[in-house]
């Protein structure tokens, strides 16, 4: 494909568009309140039967989540390997594409009865997102100079916003004017899920129309497939010899196991703990969005003022405060009043966490993508470890704030790590 050609970058870009639906249509606003509110209906309680087993269903959803970001965790190295050495990559994008929106049409079919569909198909859509999104990164230096990576990256972020904001509205009308369309609120819902899945799989189309794979003449055989963990492993080689980055990367575990896991299971404590319904939860989304907007501007000007390492200690200060306020929060007006104090800090940690990263990596080093891969993989992982741990805590004390309470802890200890850290390049490299 030539570089820089206009109409490969608005395709590359609606891919962003395409899937960003999932994440915030699905996982963050809609879903998580809709199988509280079936499975306690059918059930009777929140006790349900899952393979015959009797869970809480907060405490099998996180499991369930747990259970994905593992799967994600382990498969990312391999995928990663064969985008950037198979020359396959469009194979392996509409692949995981097809797999996360036809998860999403069979939300459709979840009432509460069939838990099991449920999770599976929830588990099966967070993989189809992360799979997909491994190959559509690894598009970008084959269709931009590098002096173009950071403007059109941001481009597709912000389509991703767009797109992902405007079919969140759409839903909320529908949600909010069910009576008027002659429909239950339930089967309503439901019906969002097949707009996902379909907003998903139909833009995406426009992405796979003008994407095209550059030959390499590369098999897919062991070596590639092996190619992504020889690659971490390098890496873990290397951080022997930088402690500065080690601490970092320690810090940032810590905290990440707070970050993610709260903004995964946030819409889960407003749905059961407040009894929020969908109706609300995308309201307090589309105010979360609106808030991030500003905070990350803050967070830029602060970091600017302050310093990176400052910045970040102060933002974590503020997460670990939110974890101790919702503990005690029983109040709707509380709770988005503490979603308005999370939204100001959720996208700025983010952002400020990878720019500090890439200021204490060595500057002689060629190879900054592994240094990436094995970041990406730390932030899976913790994942795997809040939303495994908040599922238990849940479980053993049958209260979820425990869980919430818990993760305030990683902050804390994220924050001490983080006060060693010195931010400036590592001597050596890979």
Same mark, same amino acid.
């Given at each position: 494909?030539?570089?820089?050609?206009?109409?490969?970058?608005?395709?590359? =870009?609606?891919?962003?568009?395409?899937?960003?639906?999932?994440?915030?249509?699905?996982?963050? #606003?809609?879903?998580?309140? &809709?199988?509280?509110?079936?499975?306690?209906?059918?059930?009777?309680?929140?006790?349900?039967?899952?393979?015959?087993?009797?869970?809480?269903?907060?405490?099998?959803?996180? %499991?369930?989540?747990?259970?994905?970001?593992?799967?994600?965790?382990?498969?990312?190295? *391999?995928?990663?390997?064969?985008? +950037? &050495?198979?020359?396959?990559?469009?194979?392996?994008?509409?692949?995981?594409?097809?797999?996360?929106?036809?998860?999403?049409?069979?939300?459709?079919?979840?009432?509460?009865?069939?838990?099991?569909?449920?999770?599976?198909?929830?588990? $099966?859509?967070?993989?189809?997102?992360?799979?997909?999104?491994?190959?559509?990164? !690894?598009?970008?230096?084959?269709?931009?100079?590098?002096?173009?990576?950071?403007?059109?990256?941001?481009?597709?972020?912000?389509?991703? %916003?767009?797109?992902?904001?405007?079919?969140?509205?759409?839903?909320?009308?529908?949600?909010?004017?069910?009576?008027?369309?002659? /429909?239950?609120?339930?089967?309503?819902?439901?019906? =969002?899920?097949?707009?996902?899945?379909?907003?998903?799989?139909?833009?995406?189309?426009?992405?796979?129309?003008?994407?095209? +794979?550059?030959?390499?003449?590369?098999?897919?055989?062991?070596?590639?497939?092996?190619?992504?963990?020889?690659?971490?492993?390098?890496?873990?080689? !290397?951080?022997?010899?930088?402690?500065?980055?080690?601490?970092?990367?320690?810090?940032?575990?810590?905290?990440?196991?707070?970050?993610?896991?709260?903004?995964?299971?946030?819409?889960?404590?407003?749905?059961?703990?407040?009894?929020?319904?969908?109706?609300?939860?995308?309201?307090?989304?589309?105010?979360?969005?609106?808030? /991030?907007?500003?905070?990350?501007?803050?967070?830029?000007?602060?970091?600017?003022?302050?310093?990176?390492?400052?910045?970040?200690?102060?933002?974590?200060?503020?997460?670990?405060?939110? =974890?101790?306020? /919702?503990?005690?929060?029983?109040?709707?007006?509380?709770? %988005?009043?503490?979603?308005?104090?999370?939204?100001?800090?959720?996208?700025? *940690?983010?952002?400020? @966490?990878?720019? $500090?990263?890439?200021?204490?990596?060595?500057?002689?080093?060629?190879?900054? /993508?592994?240094?990436? @891969?094995?970041? +990406?993989?730390?932030?899976?992982?913790?994942?795997?470890?809040?939303?495994?741990?908040?599922?238990?805590?849940?479980?053993?004390?049958?209260?979820?704030?425990?869980?919430?309470?818990?993760?305030?802890?990683?902050?804390?200890?994220? #924050?001490?790590?983080?006060?060693?850290?010195?931010?400036?390049?590592?001597?050596?490299?890979?």
């Amino acid at each position: 494909m030539q570089l820089n050609d206009k109409k490969v970058i608005n395709a590359w =870009c609606f891919f962003d568009w395409a899937n960003s639906a999932y994440s915030l249509v699905i996982t963050t #606003a809609i879903f998580p309140a &809709y199988y509280t509110a079936v499975t306690e209906s059918f059930f009777g309680s929140d006790k349900v039967i899952f393979l015959g087993i009797e869970i809480t269903n907060t405490v099998l959803y996180s %499991y369930a989540l747990s259970v994905s970001f593992l799967l994600i965790a382990l498969l990312s190295p *391999i995928l990663s390997g064969i985008a +950037d &050495y198979g020359g396959k990559k469009k194979l392996f994008m509409r692949f995981f594409t097809m797999l996360g929106a036809f998860s999403c049409l069979t939300l459709f079919f979840f009432t509460g009865s069939n838990v099991e569909l449920g999770i599976i198909a929830a588990v $099966t859509a967070s993989i189809g997102f992360s799979g997909g999104l491994v190959f559509y990164n !690894a598009f970008l230096p084959e269709i931009v100079s590098p002096d173009r990576y950071d403007a059109v990256s941001a481009r597709g972020y912000s389509m991703g %916003y767009l797109g992902s904001v405007l079919l969140l509205i759409a839903n909320l009308l529908m949600i909010q004017f069910h009576e008027v369309l002659g /429909a239950e609120k339930g089967f309503i819902i439901r019906i =969002c899920f097949l707009t996902v899945g379909v907003w998903w799989l139909g833009f995406s189309q426009i992405t796979f129309q003008y994407l095209h +794979d550059k030959k390499n003449g590369q098999k897919i055989d062991n070596a590639i497939l092996s190619k992504g963990f020889h690659e971490l492993q390098k890496v873990w080689q !290397a951080l022997k010899n930088q402690p500065n980055i080690k601490k970092f990367l320690f810090s940032f575990f810590c905290y990440s196991t707070g970050v993610q896991t709260i903004l995964l299971i946030a819409a889960l404590f407003a749905s059961k703990e407040l009894n929020m319904e969908s109706s609300e939860l995308i309201i307090l989304v589309l105010l979360l969005q609106i808030v /991030a907007i500003g905070g990350a501007y803050l967070t830029a000007k602060l970091s600017g003022f302050k310093g990176n390492k400052s910045t970040l200690l102060i933002l974590l200060s503020i997460w670990a405060f939110v =974890c101790l306020t /919702a503990f005690f929060v029983y109040d709707k007006i509380q709770f %988005y009043l503490l979603a308005v104090l999370l939204g100001m800090v959720m996208g700025g *940690i983010q952002s400020l @966490s990878r720019a $500090t990263y890439s200021k204490l990596l060595p500057e002689n080093t060629p190879d900054t /993508a592994s240094y990436f @891969s094995f970041y +990406d993989v730390l932030e899976k992982s913790s994942i795997v470890l809040g939303t495994f741990l908040t599922g238990f805590a849940e479980q053993q004390s049958d209260n979820m704030r425990i869980g919430i309470l818990a993760l305030g802890f990683f902050f804390i200890v994220g #924050a001490l790590l983080m006060s060693t850290v010195q931010v400036r390049p590592a001597k050596e490299g890979l």
